[in-house]
């Protein structure tokens, strides 16, 4: 014969919670002994220690319980929390969630002001997912509809004056090339003492100006490139094909110095053949006085026809006299790319040349003219801070705090021209 063994139920603290408040069903007590419910009435929970600390929930649970009476309440609050739980788990998968809430904050706090009554501010702000020191700082911003990031100049008084973003989007209405790059408008208003203020500042004022959706994606280049010390250090030498409707395809050979960014020579060649190539290089040396250079020149090229016969042998014969280096790229440990003369032939295709139909050779050779106009005197390099390349060749120096003085100065007139503005009258 078993004995069976009964042992002691040791119950969950909310059990008592969920009896002493008759949350418990019928069923649910009958499984508990009549023993234990007496012991549980004789408890005084009123003089238990912390129950003073449950008075604020224990009044929440008691509207709660009134709500749960009214069914229709109570399924329309679940929907609600349902939503809002959707809502929270969208907001931390969303990479630009935060981006969105600053464009629409005039939205959140008078949504939080209208909540705050009724659920507290702290309760408001959560449902947002904002501090209440965001909720602040949003609240006491001013709006104003005059200015590009509509931003009070008063109050945000080192942002542009509207004079100078007007200045901007003049010249980016008035460019001489649809496709000139950004830097090269800034820097040509900054050596015209039109505007003074940094790049990315400029930047932040041109993106409101142009559609970065028609801008050109740039490739991911090749992190092995290089920076020359000084000018005709290394001459980059490549060649491209470019065709015309009368005459056909063209072989077309550029020679670009690394250190200023400059085109030397370029030349439309018969055929690949490396005699042809070898006069381009001859003609470059003697257009720029190179024989008379006493310091090395190092000639990069990938390995077509600008690494084999007649340009060996050219080399070879100059190398005698002179401290003239062949440079193959991925041959005898030079590692670099040769994407600084790959670079123009891109941006004289894909840009400057873009829409253009080429008739004849003649077409063709005037368009290349041009080209070499625009890169060496008109396109500021990003390196070059704020010099051309011709420039550079000419024996000026690259200095990139020459601008520093002059960003002082306008920064210090900015703050004035904005802290002085009196038609505030124009911000909500």
């Given at each position: 014969?078993?004995?069976?063994?009964?042992?002691?139920?040791?119950y969950?603290?909310?059990v008592?919670?969920?009896?002493?408040?008759?949350?418990?069903?019928?069923?649910?007590?009958?499984?508990?002994p009549?023993?234990?419910?007496?012991y549980?009435?004789?408890?005084?929970?009123?003089?238990?220690?912390?129950?003073d600390?449950?008075?604020?929930?224990?009044?929440?649970?008691?509207?709660f319980?009134?709500?749960?009476?009214?069914k229709?309440?109570?399924?329309?609050?679940?929907?609600?929390?349902?939503?809002?739980?959707?809502f929270?788990?969208?907001?931390?998968?969303?990479?630009?969630?935060?981006?969105v809430?600053?464009?629409n904050?005039?939205?959140?706090?008078?949504?939080?002001?209208?909540?705050?009554?009724?659920?507290?501010?702290?309760?408001?702000?959560?449902?947002?997912?904002?501090?209440?020191?965001?909720?602040?700082?949003?609240?006491?911003k001013?709006?104003?509809?005059?200015?590009?990031?509509?931003?009070?100049?008063?109050?945000?008084?080192?942002q542009?004056?509207?004079?100078?973003f007007?200045?901007?989007?003049?010249?980016?209405?008035?460019?001489?090339?649809?496709?000139?790059?950004?830097v090269?408008v800034?820097?040509?208003?900054?050596?015209?003492?039109?505007?003074?203020?940094?790049?990315s500042?400029?930047?932040?004022?041109?993106?409101?100006?142009?559609?970065?959706?028609?801008t050109?994606?740039?490739?991911?280049?090749?992190?092995?490139?290089?920076?020359?010390?000084?000018?005709?250090?290394?001459?980059?030498?490549?060649?491209?094909f470019?065709?015309?409707?009368?005459?056909g395809?063209?072989?077309?050979?550029?020679?670009?110095?690394?250190?200023?960014?400059?085109?030397?020579?370029?030349?439309?060649?018969?055929?690949?053949?490396?005699e042809?190539?070898?006069?381009v290089?001859?003609?470059?040396?003697?257009?720029?006085?190179?024989?008379?250079?006493?310091?090395a020149?190092?000639?990069v090229?990938?390995?077509?026809?600008?690494?084999k016969?007649?340009?060996?042998?050219?080399?070879d014969?100059?190398?005698?006299?002179?401290?003239?280096y062949?440079?193959?790229?991925?041959?005898?440990?030079?590692?670099?790319?040769?994407?600084?003369?790959?670079?123009?032939?891109?941006?004289?295709?894909n840009?400057?040349?873009?829409n253009?139909?080429?008739?004849?050779?003649?077409?063709?050779?005037?368009?290349?003219?041009e080209?070499?106009?625009?890169?060496n005197?008109?396109r500021?390099?990003?390196?070059?801070?704020?010099?051309?390349?011709?420039?550079?060749?000419?024996?000026?120096?690259i200095?990139?705090?020459h601008?520093?003085?002059?960003?002082?100065?306008a920064r210090?007139?900015r703050?004035?021209?904005?802290?002085?503005?009196?038609?505030?009258?124009?911000?909500?």
């Amino acid at each position: 014969m078993k004995i069976s063994k009964h042992t002691k139920r040791n119950y969950h603290p909310l059990v008592l919670y969920f009896y002493f408040t008759n949350q418990l069903s019928k069923e649910q007590i009958k499984q508990i002994p009549k023993t234990t419910i007496f012991y549980w009435q004789t408890i005084k929970k009123d003089e238990l220690f912390g129950n003073d600390w449950f008075s604020v929930f224990n009044n929440e649970q008691a509207d709660f319980f009134k709500i749960q009476q009214h069914k229709f309440t109570f399924k329309c609050l679940r929907a609600v929390l349902k939503i809002l739980k959707c809502f929270c788990f969208i907001q931390e998968q969303c990479l630009d969630f935060k981006k969105v809430m600053r464009k629409n904050y005039t939205q959140i706090t008078s949504s939080i002001d209208y909540l705050k009554p009724k659920i507290g501010l702290l309760k408001a702000c959560k449902l947002f997912s904002i501090s209440t020191q965001q909720f602040y700082s949003w609240k006491n911003k001013k709006y104003c509809k005059h200015t590009p990031f509509h931003f009070c100049l008063k109050k945000h008084p080192f942002q542009l004056t509207l004079k100078e973003f007007s200045i901007i989007r003049n010249a980016f209405e008035n460019l001489p090339y649809t496709f000139l790059p950004k830097v090269t408008v800034y820097y040509n208003l900054m050596n015209s003492n039109l505007i003074h203020c940094s790049l990315s500042s400029f930047y932040k004022y041109a993106a409101l100006l142009v559609d970065l959706k028609s801008t050109i994606s740039k490739p991911s280049l090749s992190t092995n490139i290089f920076r020359s010390t000084r000018c005709f250090e290394y001459l980059h030498i490549d060649t491209t094909f470019i065709n015309t409707i009368k005459d056909g395809y063209h072989r077309i050979v550029f020679v670009k110095d690394n250190f200023s960014k400059a085109i030397l020579h370029f030349a439309i060649v018969a055929n690949g053949k490396s005699e042809f190539i070898a006069k381009v290089l001859k003609e470059t040396f003697e257009k720029h006085h190179l024989y008379d250079l006493t310091k090395a020149i190092n000639i990069v090229s990938d390995k077509g026809t600008e690494n084999k016969g007649e340009v060996l042998n050219w080399i070879d014969e100059v190398s005698q006299s002179h401290l003239v280096y062949k440079k193959t790229v991925g041959e005898n440990g030079f590692m670099f790319t040769n994407n600084e003369v790959e670079s123009s032939f891109s941006i004289f295709k894909n840009q400057f040349a873009k829409n253009r139909i080429f008739i004849t050779t003649s077409d063709l050779l005037n368009t290349l003219e041009e080209f070499l106009y625009y890169n060496n005197e008109i396109r500021y390099p990003k390196s070059l801070y704020g010099l051309h390349p011709k420039q550079i060749l000419l024996g000026e120096q690259i200095d990139k705090h020459h601008f520093t003085p002059l960003l002082k100065l306008a920064r210090d007139a900015r703050y004035q021209t904005n802290k002085s503005m009196n038609d505030c009258y124009k911000c909500k």
